[in-house]
């Protein structure tokens, strides 16, 4: 779904506010600019709403969890995506941290090496966790063109630079309309490998379960790896305790079955990395609603 086409007054103020906070942000030095970040967006996510909206998602998932830890996971949430969305606009840096440690790891990593050497296609399911952006990084290092499925902004001005900052990182990108699906699917059949996150509601997805929970989830990255005999990998990248690196896992491929099969695996790989590290994933996303 693409976002407006004109800015309203909202908009416009919004975006102006947000350049203001990225310019001040962007030049700090960057360990500073980081932790900075995570402080700024707990300040502001009790005021925006997001913090409420954790809590409440939360206390869904993890009933037995006591309100204070709820309200320390969200905290650490919102944290971790204020630190995300500082490294999206610090991508040279970002990136050469990335290549000097070499985080990449994990069971399926030499399986996808081996389909991009092979000209075959594979898909990778992110979850909203820790921070995608190193395997998007990682990968380009290794010479894999990774495309990118994502949804516009709403805001067309903030989309006018979030865009051209993920651009920085690596190509292609396909938004999440009719012709971007198009380009994903030649994308695929040209060998290409592909990141569609799945762990967001989906209206009229598949009723699976997460957290033992009825969670509609859509069942495409499972079908177009039936359907193009692409392996379906799903992949995690870890903050870790200093706030800064990551540990990047590509987990051994989803064994092929069938599409709500293939996919529930997908949602209980997510839960088990999700409880041990609580306070990365985006719980103000609305994974559950009624």
Request: no cysteine; net charge positive.
């Given at each position: 779904m693409a976002g407006r086409e004109t800015p309203t007054l909202l908009d416009r103020v919004g975006d102006g506010a947000f350049r203001a906070l990225l310019r001040r942000g962007l030049a700090m030095p960057y360990e500073r600019r980081i932790a900075a970040a995570g402080r700024l967006g707990r300040r502001l996510g009790g005021v925006a709403g997001y913090r409420a909206r954790a809590m409440e998602q939360l206390a869904l998932a993890r009933p037995?969890?006591?309100?204070?830890?709820?309200?320390?996971?969200?905290?650490?949430?919102?944290?971790?995506?204020?630190?995300?969305?500082?490294?999206?606009?610090?991508?040279?840096?970002?990136?050469?941290?990335?290549?000097?440690?070499?985080?990449?790891t994990g069971p399926g990593l030499p399986a996808?090496?081996?389909?991009?050497?092979?000209g075959r296609p594979a898909i990778l399911a992110p979850a909203h966790f820790g921070n995608f952006m190193v395997f998007r990084t990682a990968l380009t290092q290794r010479g894999v063109r990774l495309g990118v499925l994502y949804r516009p902004m709403n805001n067309p001005l903030f989309e006018s630079h979030?865009?051209?900052?993920?651009?920085?990182?690596?190509?292609?990108?396909?938004?999440?309309d009719r012709a971007g699906t198009a380009a994903m699917v030649r994308h695929l059949r040209g060998g290409g490998i592909m990141a569609i996150a799945p762990d967001q509601y989906v209206k009229g997805g598949a009723p699976l379960t997460f957290f033992g929970l009825p969670a509609r989830t859509t069942l495409s990255p499972a079908e177009l790896a039936l359907r193009y005999d692409a392996p379906l990998f799903t992949a995690h990248a870890i903050r870790q305790p200093d706030g800064l690196s990551f540990e990047a896992r590509i987990d051994e491929p989803v064994p092929q079955s069938t599409p709500e099969e293939m996919m529930q695996e997908v949602n209980d790989r997510f839960e088990a990395?999700?409880?041990?590290?609580?306070?990365?994933?985006?719980?103000?996303?609305?994974?559950?609603?009624?």
């Open positions: 037995d969890l006591s309100p204070q830890d709820r309200r320390r996971i969200a905290d650490e949430a919102i944290d971790n995506a204020a630190r995300s969305l500082i490294e999206h606009y610090s991508a040279g840096e970002f990136a050469a941290r990335t290549a000097a440690r070499d985080p990449l996808l090496l081996t389909a991009r050497d092979e979030y865009r051209p900052a993920m651009e920085a990182i690596s190509t292609p990108l396909f938004p999440r990395v999700i409880r041990r590290h609580m306070g990365q994933w985006m719980w103000f996303h609305r994974r559950w609603k009624a």
